[in-house]
């Protein structure tokens, strides 16, 4: 019992991990630029299936995912010049449409090119693996390397946030647009890059994921609404919140969907804990954000409402 | 009465005679599938309707609302299975699953303003459609199909699509009415109000909250009507009628009726569902087309969708 609650906790740290990667592009470009972004969700679709696509041109993984992350970079540039830029100054509805119509678009370009059925990839044979962790458990390598990347992304992009010259204009234009402008800073470049930014971050997760998911066309769905969640309940605009978020998300959704049929068991009989469970196990995550809104309606680390 | 009021009457009579003519239409040309597409258009109508009663008048945007389609929808497929056909019990139930799914999401989602509503509406929505796939009794993600439509005092009169059809233009013509009578009436402009300045609302003593939840019941409920009828029509319910695309085709219509405009609504779902099914006859992959035409209109029109038609409206 022991060792399958770790197992099952190191599979949730890895799901937040991933959902952290999501939420903190799009955090900062809702918290930044007050620019709601529904698109993000496919461009983790995309990067997933260019890492299976180039790991299929190149043969290795790692050249893949050397690829993929400046694709999706300029995916990001792309699309900020193409769409974004122009909606700045909008209200949320247009920024919502717009970014909903290229979800369409975008999903029905991959039906096009890589077709409906899901692919796979391999991870690297050095890998691919399983290391022993306490007693007979044993954990994928592939999987802790992945929650070992995104640990490390998240400290590398706390140090950019928090200690070099374009974080401070970030945390500075998440407070004051205006002011920040008017302070010499160049404005536009800033969003490009937090943009393209954070579609690369985007499509790393989908590239670090596809090797343990199927890649099929509405991965990015999923997880987009996920992201949401995670960025409901850390606060719009907050890295730190998107990280406690993804984690609290993804540790509660993992453990919940293997042991809240376990614990059920114990007040009824197992077949009814067991359709029970599956039917409240994907619900738990939202009560959780309708209980911690219910108590905070900004967020765990929100400034504003 | 003033020019515009006419002005609607009018357009309104145009609107709902054109519908009521259809099936007459469909009878001459000789193509019965028209009927079957006029009445999930009559449907999302009724959505639309229903979305722009809070979207437009009370400024809330829920991207959410595809989840009150489904709770209808599987009103009809849960009482059927249980050997309640009647179409009014189904009505029923229907309206009061959804008003209650709308009282505690809308609660929770009302706390908060702008863009963390609409991510808040569309998670709940997502929370009710996985907990419709994860529902084996009711075939899960593949759905279930219908044994027969709902009856009325215990006939299967619906079972003719044009009985259907008439049914469902009745209900449009009703809720239209009940909408239009909701937004006129002193409760309309307090949730008006309270869209414009909701610090003036409460500062002349109403509690902005209470409108704005008492309309989001209203919305959800409405919406949840359509969804009985889109069952009835499919004779199939899944959870795909949640599916958060769905929400965002509501938004769009009623964007594209434009905002505020009940009249709009309807003529938004309309146009959005022909914009569909022709553009379904030339390719499966209609979903780039509609996008992408979606992206343009909203960077090339100044006031988004609405700009275009300007004049119209409010």
Redesign the interface.
Same mark, same amino acid.
């Given at each position: 019992m022991t060792s399958l609650f770790l197992l099952q906790l190191l599979n949730g740290v890895q799901l937040g991990v991933l959902l952290f990667l999501i939420a903190a592009g799009l955090t900062l470009v809702?918290g930044i630029m007050?620019f709601?972004n529904?698109a993000h969700g496919v461009i983790y679709m995309v990067g997933a299936y260019l890492v299976v696509m180039f790991a299929g041109l190149t043969g290795s993984y790692g050249l893949a995912l050397a690829l993929t992350l400046p694709a999706t970079l300029a995916i990001g540039l792309v699309l900020e010049a193409l769409?974004f830029r122009?909606?700045y100054d909008? *209200?949320?509805?247009?920024q /919502?449409?717009?970014t909903?119509?290229?979800? #369409? /678009?975008v999903?029905?370009?991959v039906?096009?090119i890589w077709g409906q059925s899901p692919l796979s990839v391999l991870p690297p044979d050095a890998l691919s693996g399983s290391v022993p962790l306490v007693g007979a458990l044993r954990y994928p390598v592939f999987r802790l390397v992945v929650i070992a990347a995104g640990l490390a992304v998240a400290v590398g992009l706390w140090l950019v946030i928090t200690r070099t010259r374009i974080g401070m204009q970030l945390r500075a234009g998440a407070s004051n647009r205006a002011m920040v402008g008017a302070l010499g800073v160049d404005i536009g470049r800033l969003f490009t890059v937090i943009f393209a930014f954070g579609a690369m971050l985007a499509g790393f997760a989908g590239a670090m994921v596809a090797p343990i998911l199927s890649v099929d066309p509405g991965m990015g769905?999923s997880v987009l609404?996920l992201a949401?969640?995670v960025?409901?309940i850390g606060g719009?605009g907050s890295v730190k919140g998107a990280f406690a978020g993804a984690l609290l998300v993804g540790i509660v959704d993992t453990l919940g969907r293997s042991f809240g049929p376990i614990i059920l068991r114990a007040v009824m009989e197992p077949s009814a804990a067991a359709?029970t469970g599956?039917?409240l196990? *994907? #619900?738990l995550v939202?009560v959780l #954000?309708?209980a911690i809104?219910?108590a905070r *309606?900004q967020g765990l680390f929100g400034a504003r *409402? | 009465m003033t020019r515009w009021l006419m002005r609607r009457r009018v357009a309104a009579w145009l609107i709902f005679g054109g519908f009521a003519a259809l099936p007459l239409i469909a009878a001459m040309t000789g193509d019965p599938y028209l009927v079957v597409v006029a009445t999930r258009i009559l449907a999302f109508a009724m959505a639309a309707l229903a979305l722009d009663l809070i979207l437009g008048y009370g400024g809330m945007?829920s991207?959410g609302h595809a989840a009150y389609l489904g709770i209808g929808a599987y009103a009809v497929a849960i009482l059927s299975r249980a050997g309640i056909t009647d179409l009014g019990a189904h009505l029923g139930a229907a309206v009061v699953a959804g008003a209650l799914f709308a009282l505690v999401?809308g609660a929770?989602s009302l706390?908060?303003? $702008?863009?963390?509503f609409?991510?808040?509406t569309?998670? !709940?929505a997502?929370?009710a459609y996985?907990?419709f796939?994860? +529902?084996?009794?009711y075939g899960g993600d593949d759905g279930v199909t219908l044994a027969a439509r709902s009856t009325v005092l215990g006939q299967d009169w619906l079972h003719d699509d044009r009985v259907l059809y008439y049914a469902a233009l009745a209900m449009l013509v009703g809720l239209y009415l009940l909408c239009v009578a909701i937004t006129g009436s002193r409760f309309g402009r307090v949730l008006t109000g309270a869209r414009e300045n909701p610090l003036r609302m409460q500062a002349v003593g109403f509690t902005p909250f209470r409108f704005q939840l008492t309309a989001f019941v209203i919305s959800g409920a409405i919406t949840a009507i359509a969804g009985v009828i889109l069952a009835n029509q499919a004779s199939f319910v899944s959870p795909s009628y949640m599916n958060?695309?769905r929400s $965002?085709e509501l938004?769009?219509m009623v964007?594209l009726g434009g905002i505020g405009n009940l009249l709009g609504a309807i003529a938004g779902a309309t146009l959005a569902l022909l914009l569909e099914e022709w553009l379904a006859l030339f390719t499966d992959?209609w979903?780039?087309i !509609? $996008?992408? +035409?979606?992206?343009l209109v909203?960077?090339y029109s100044r006031d $988004?969708?609405t700009g275009l038609f300007k004049g119209r409206g409010k």
């Open positions: 809702f007050d709601v529904l769409i122009r909606l909008r *209200p949320h509805l247009d /919502v449409l717009a909903f119509g290229l979800v #369409m /678009v999903t029905e370009l039906k096009i769905e609404i949401f969640v960025i409901v719009i359709q599956r039917v196990a *994907p #619900m939202y #954000m309708a809104l219910a *309606p *409402p | 945007v991207f999401t929770i706390r908060t303003r $702008g863009i963390y609409i991510m808040i569309l998670a !709940f997502q929370m996985f907990f796939v994860s +529902l084996s009794a958060w695309h $965002g938004v769009v964007v992959h979903r780039l !509609f $996008g992408a +035409l979606l992206i909203v960077l $988004g969708l």
